[in-house]
C-alpha cells in the first residue's frame, strides 16, 4: 500500500491509496468465507435429516439396532445427574425403558435448527405406561410432555445429548406424585359446601366421577353414585332433607400419592325426624386427575349413624 503525505495549514493528512492486490486479496477473503459457511450450512443440514430420521426409527418405531457406531459416536453421552450416561450399549440401554415401556407412542420433534456442530430440538412425547419402566411396572397411565434437547455432533455422528423437560409432571402422569393442586381442589370444595355453594362443589367433579358412600351407611343404597347429578340427587339432596344440620367440622387434608387426596374430620349433625344428634368420626378418599374429582370413597362410623336412625 503506498502512502503520500501531503502538508497543508500546518496538518499533516495521510492519502492511502490501496492496491490492485489489495482488493484482490480482499475479495478472495470474501469468496472463501462464504464458501466455508456454504459448507458449513450443507453439514448442518446434512446432520439435522440424518439426526431427526434416526430418533424417529428408534422411539416411534422401536429400532434399538440404530443404537450403532453408523449413528452415535462410541463414546455418546447423555449429561445426566447425579451421573452421565456414557457408551453406546448404556445409552441404548436408557432408552429401551421408553421403547418397551411404552406403547402408543407418539414421539414428534415440533422444532429443530443447528449451527456448527450443535443442534436443538422441541420435542412431545406421548405413550401408554404399560411395561416396565426404570423398574416401575405399568400404570396403564398415559403421558403427554414436551422438552427440549441440545445435542453434540461429531463427524456426522451424534455425540453428546442433554435433556430438559418436566420430571414432576412426568411422575404425576405415571401417578407416582400427586399434582401440588389436589389439596387446594379439596380444600376449596369443603368451604364451597360449608357455604351451601352445591353448584361449585359439583362443579368440581368429573363428569363420570365415581362416588361410593361407605357401605352401611343408609345414603349406600346407590353406590356407586355416577356422574355429578346421581350425587346431587341420590346423597346431597336426600342429607338436606332429612337434617336440621349437617356439617364437617375438623377438617385435615391429607396428600397422597396416585393424585389422591385423604380427608380426616367429623359429622356433626341433627336428624329433623327425631332430633338426634350425632358427632361421626369419617374419611374420605378423594381420587383427581386434570384438576377435577373422578372418585369419592367414604369411610364412617356407620354404627352411629344408624343408632341416631333408630331413636
Not at 167 to 172: C, H, I, P, T, V
Not at 179 to 199: C, T
Not at 271 to 287: E, P, R, Y
Request: with cysteine; aromatic share 10%.
Amino acid at each position: 500500500m503506498k502512502i503520500t503525505i501531503v502538508k497543508k495549514q500546518f496538518k499533516t493528512i495521510l492519502k492511502f491509496k490501496p492496491m490492485k492486490n489489495s482488493i484482490q486479496l480482499l475479495l478472495f477473503s470474501i469468496v472463501i468465507f462464504l464458501t466455508s459457511c456454504d459448507i458449513l450450512n450443507a453439514q448442518i443440514k446434512k446432520d439435522i435429516k440424518m439426526y431427526t430420521a434416526t430418533w424417529d426409527e428408534i422411539i416411534n418405531k422401536g429400532n434399538l439396532d440404530l443404537f450403532n457406531e453408523t449413528n452415535f459416536d462410541k463414546d455418546i453421552t447423555l449429561v445426566m445427574s447425579p451421573e452421565n450416561i456414557v457408551g453406546i450399549e448404556n445409552v441404548k440401554a436408557f432408552y429401551a425403558n421408553y421403547v418397551n415401556g411404552f406403547s402408543n407412542i407418539e414421539f414428534t420433534i415440533s422444532d429443530v435448527f443447528g449451527q456448527g456442530d450443535k443442534i436443538v430440538k422441541h420435542w412431545k412425547f406421548k405413550g401408554k405406561h404399560t411395561g416396565d419402566f426404570f423398574g416401575i411396572p405399568a400404570t396403564e397411565k398415559s403421558v403427554d410432555l414436551d422438552g427440549v434437547t441440545l445435542v453434540k455432533m461429531k463427524n456426522g455422528k451424534i455425540a453428546q445429548e442433554q435433556d430438559f423437560m418436566d420430571n414432576m409432571l412426568f411422575m404425576q402422569q405415571l401417578g407416582l406424585v400427586s399434582s401440588q393442586e389436589n389439596i387446594g381442589i379439596v380444600d376449596r370444595l369443603y368451604k364451597a359446601f360449608a357455604m351451601g355453594d352445591i353448584p361449585s362443589v359439583l362443579g368440581a367433579m368429573d363428569t363420570k366421577v365415581v362416588w361410593n358412600e361407605a357401605e352401611g351407611n343408609v345414603y349406600a343404597d346407590g353406590n356407586p353414585y355416577i356422574g355429578p347429578d346421581a350425587v346431587l340427587n341420590g346423597v346431597f339432596a336426600r342429607i338436606g332433607a332429612e337434617h336440621e344440620y349437617f356439617n364437617l367440622v375438623d377438617i385435615l387434608l391429607h396428600e397422597m400419592s396416585n393424585n389422591q387426596v385423604l380427608a380426616t374430620l367429623r359429622y356433626n349433625g341433627k336428624l329433623k325426624k327425631n332430633g338426634a344428634i350425632f358427632d361421626a368420626q369419617v374419611a374420605h378418599l378423594w381420587s383427581l386427575k386434570d384438576g377435577k374429582v373422578i372418585g369419592f370413597q367414604q369411610y364412617v362410623d356407620t354404627k352411629q349413624l344408624a343408632d341416631a336412625i333408630k331413636k
